[in-house]
């Protein structure tokens, strides 16, 4: 495991990778380096976009940032303040010292009235340039959360209603000097609410959830972040605010609003070809002709295509052969390879309006979903090829990192995923039921060679297709992927979270002959519209309709399959809390475990910080209340029992830390017990099961501080199951089971080649980590240190001690001292638990 260090001295904040992107750069006076290439393959497609910002160079657009304090105030006035744009009203509210700590104790239902009222944000603007001199004026908006109505100088522009999408209004004929632009939300509790009354043929179930989660109603009405009405590991706080970036774009001829790459490998011709997209915006009324030219100075390619802009929007894809002499390096995953990235510059010279230059990163990497017989085993394989490869999928699943999305900055997202990577894994699934994740979050994946499966934002419900939703969803896809599907770490796109396994299973108890009309909206929304848009507009990854699904033999079964949790195909969702997680005999020999998962809690200097000393106990109404999972914290001490004694001290905030510590236990060694019976049923078929190639445990991250599956505390600080993880994703693993009396031993590999391997535990001191030197008398089984609030990591956690002495490095997050760390360390073992 590859750990950077840290200077001494120096704050120690997660390290930012070098980070790709795009520079504006002027461009005045310069031409083509290349004269025309052969023959270009230009398509000109008319397309629907709501279009995203592009460079700006001489000439070029005049770009006004509308970020910043916007004046705030509720339905009836009586609250009025500042609030920061990009952000919510929960976020301003408590900035401004009006309400605590939403997280704090019970505060989630005590502010219910935040999200219930509705919000105003306004403000003025002087227009920073002279009106009369462009084209076009456009007022966009990158995220709006999520049902308003845009209104400048009391002209209404335009409504919202889909928190994923893009939205941009023609201000042309309304923009003055000053001008008074107002955003007028309406609460999502009450839109949703209504528009499920509206509904009126059928009812479109879940209507609520269920009372354990103290959320709210008809998540499945709008389009907006699903888990923001309480999930089981989340608190209710469907926010409304300006969630993401805010600007005037002013320009003339032409705009280019999405640029997009994605790589092929041409088998034929055995070599790469990059496929390169740009959407514009031509406000000129004849078309506009001009040479764009492509160079990638490191693979010695450079080509130059005539190309046509028409009237409208539109697009233009080039396709660019990679010179053969040159060695392309692929794009790996962590674990099997570097994450090359080669700097491109696309420049774009037109006979009328102003020239571009993008700077972007081409990478290059195929990606196969394989579903093929397998001999000995009914039903077909499931597993991903990376650059011809067959990978082992290893990780868990992402789910928001926070209830109010302004709290997530890239510092958040880069440790969250380092520590990812850290554990040896190599994917996450963004699961469905949160948002799209904002473009860094990608970008770290790119960089660290984390693979997204990615999700549409559906999950655990049946959803509504009116037309008006229909076209929303439809506008919600084709931003996304235009948006994303340059990331080389996006695998596959994927239509929703276990919404084929609610119709199949019935988990909302249809009568058997309504079952046909839900049938036909899943149809509808999922492979007519969703998946059409998918592959119309990315050719370069899989897609699949649901998680889980049996992949092909769901598509023959007319895309909903009896049982999609079929062993034999597909990816598998398994939960069991009852029987002994220690006997890997009840874990299903799936083709892919896609989700599978114990609670915990975390650990209590988290819970410290949103909490008061009479909730300190297992027991108390904050304990309940912070579960959102029916009888989750029983099925824990339940879980417990099966191995350990439950702590019986008298003291009871010693009771509250060793349960919790054996909370955390449990979960390492249930989740350690099912992934290696995972990885071991890689290379063998038993009574036609098997040939697992993936692993994704549920789930990777917290949205607040809660007992949840997650194995990375809301902060960040690791579980001991996330330690664990570091072990049991090793790219080496010895397994060892019993199996009616017989041991067997199995050597895991992710390696390519054959390995020799020779031990050593040498650890040597650094000036920017702290060693700490562990003794022991006696055997110590799961041994956890703990330094409460201080933020790092250990380099291992919950072992077992059989040395006398054992070295264990700690890598600060932050500044801290010795005797700091020496102050705040708590050593627990399972001898200690009383
Ligand atoms: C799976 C997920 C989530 C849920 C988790 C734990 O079904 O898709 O919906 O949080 O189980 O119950």
């Not at 939205?167 to 839109?191: G, H, M, P, Q, W």
């Not at 079964?557 to 009852?578: A, I, K, R, V």
Request: with cysteine; net charge neutral; aromatic share 14%.
């Amino acid at each position: 495991m590859a750990v950077r260090r840290r200077r001494r001295g120096a704050a120690a904040p997660p390290e930012p990778p070098a980070r790709s992107g795009r520079r504006p750069r002027r461009l005045s006076g310069r031409r083509a380096g290349a004269a025309m290439g052969r023959a270009p393959l230009l398509l000109l497609l008319l397309v629907a976009t709501a279009g995203r910002a592009g460079v700006s160079a001489a000439g070029g657009p005049e770009v006004h940032s509308l970020r910043g304090s916007w004046r705030l105030g509720n339905g009836n006035g009586s609250v009025v303040l500042r609030g920061e744009v990009p952000g919510c009203v929960h976020t301003a509210l408590h900035r401004r010292g009006l309400i605590q700590d939403p997280y704090y104790r019970f505060n989630d239902v005590m502010y219910r009235w935040i999200s219930l009222d509705n919000w105003t944000y306004s403000r003025t603007f002087k227009t920073p340039f002279d009106i009369r001199k462009w084209q076009k004026v456009n007022l966009v908006f990158e995220g709006v959360d999520t049902v308003a109505q845009i209104l400048i100088n009391n002209i209404t522009l335009g409504r919202t209603d889909n928190m994923f999408n893009r939205y941009s209004f023609d201000i042309t004929s309304v923009i003055k000097e000053v001008n008074f632009v107002e955003v007028r939300f309406l609460s999502a509790v009450s839109y949703a609410a209504e528009q499920s009354r509206c509904h009126k043929a059928y009812s479109i179930p879940p209507a609520c959830p269920p009372p354990v989660q103290k959320g709210e109603c008809h998540a499945n009405f709008i389009r907006k972040e699903q888990c923001s009405f309480s999930w089981d590991w989340g608190p209710s706080f469907p926010t409304q605010g300006i969630w993401k970036d805010v600007r005037i774009e002013a320009y003339n001829h032409y705009h280019l609003i999405y640029f997009s790459l994605t790589s092929f490998f041409v088998k034929s011709a055995q070599q790469w070809s990059l496929e390169i997209e740009s959407i514009f915006d031509v406000v000129s009324s004849k078309p506009i002709a001009g040479l764009v030219t492509v160079n990638i100075p490191k693979l010695q390619t450079q080509q130059t295509f005539g190309v046509k802009l028409q009237p409208g929007e539109g697009s233009i894809v080039l396709l660019v052969n990679i010179n053969k002499s040159s060695a392309v390096e692929a794009w790996w995953p962590n674990g099997h390879g570097k994450q090359t990235g080669y700097n491109m510059t696309t420049t774009f010279i037109m006979e009328a309006g102003y020239q571009i230059e993008k700077f972007s990163k081409a990478y290059f990497r195929t990606v196969e979903l394989v579903q093929e017989p397998i001999p000995g085993s009914p039903g077909l394989s499931f597993y991903f090829k990376i650059n011809g490869r067959p990978i082992f999928i290893k990780g868990s699943n992402w789910i928001p990192a926070d209830s109010f999305q302004d709290r997530v900055t890239y510092d958040t997202l880069w440790l969250l995923l380092k520590s990812a990577a850290d554990a040896n894994m190599n994917a996450l699934r963004v699961w469905g039921g949160g948002v799209y994740e904002q473009d860094e979050f990608y970008n770290i994946c790119d960089e660290i060679g984390i693979m997204i499966w990615q999700d549409f934002m559906f999950a655990c419900a049946l959803y509504p297709t009116d037309q008006n939703y229909l076209e929303s969803v439809r506008a919600e896809v084709s931003h996304q992927v235009r948006r994303l599907k340059s990331h080389p770490s996006i695998i596959l796109w994927s239509g929703n979270n276990e919404n084929e396994a609610a119709i199949a299973s019935n988990w909302f108890s249809i009568p058997y002959a309504d079952r046909e009309v839900y049938i036909k909206d899943y149809v509808l929304l999922y492979v007519k519209n969703i998946r059409e848009i998918v592959l119309t507009e990315d050719k370069s990854r899989p897609f699949i309709a649901s998680s889980p699904t049996n992949g092909l033999e769901s598509v023959k079964e007319g895309w909903l399959s009896q049982n999609p949790y079929d062993t034999h195909y597909g990816d598998t969702h398994f939960y069991d809390y009852s029987n002994d997680c220690w006997n890997w005999t009840v874990y299903p020999k799936t083709r892919f475990a896609s989700e599978y998962g114990f609670q915990s809690w975390p650990s209590f200097s988290t819970i410290e910080k949103v909490s008061s000393t009479e909730d300190w106990s297992y027991t108390s109404n904050f304990s309940l209340h912070r579960q959102h999972h029916e009888n989750g914290n029983d099925q824990m001490l339940q879980q417990i029992g099966h191995h350990f004694k439950l702590p019986q001290s008298t003291d009871p905030i010693k009771k509250f830390k060793d349960t919790i510590y054996l909370t955390q236990v449990m979960q390492a060694q249930c989740i350690k017990t099912e992934t290696e019976f995972y990885r071991f049923s890689q290379s063998e078929i038993i009574k036609g099961e098997g040939h697992t190639m993936g692993a994704l445990y549920w789930q990777l991250n917290d949205i607040w501080q809660a007992p949840s599956w997650a194995s990375l505390e809301y902060g960040g600080k690791w579980k001991l199951l996330h330690y664990f993880a570091q072990n049991f994703f090793a790219p080496l693993l010895p397994v060892a089971y019993e199996d009616k009396d017989v041991l067997y031993i199995y050597g895991v590999s992710d390696l390519q080649a054959e390995h020799k391997l020779t031990l050593r535990a040498s650890v040597s001191q650094r000036d920017d980590v702290y060693i700490f030197v562990l003794q022991t008398t006696a055997i110590a089984p799961f041994v956890s240190l703990d330094v409460g609030r201080i933020k790092g990591r250990f380099s291992d956690n919950g072992f077992l001690m059989t040395e006398k002495k054992k070295v264990v490095v700690f890598y600060p997050w932050e500044p801290t001292s010795v005797e700091e760390l020496e102050e705040s360390l708590t050593l627990t073992s399972l001898v200690d638990v009383v």
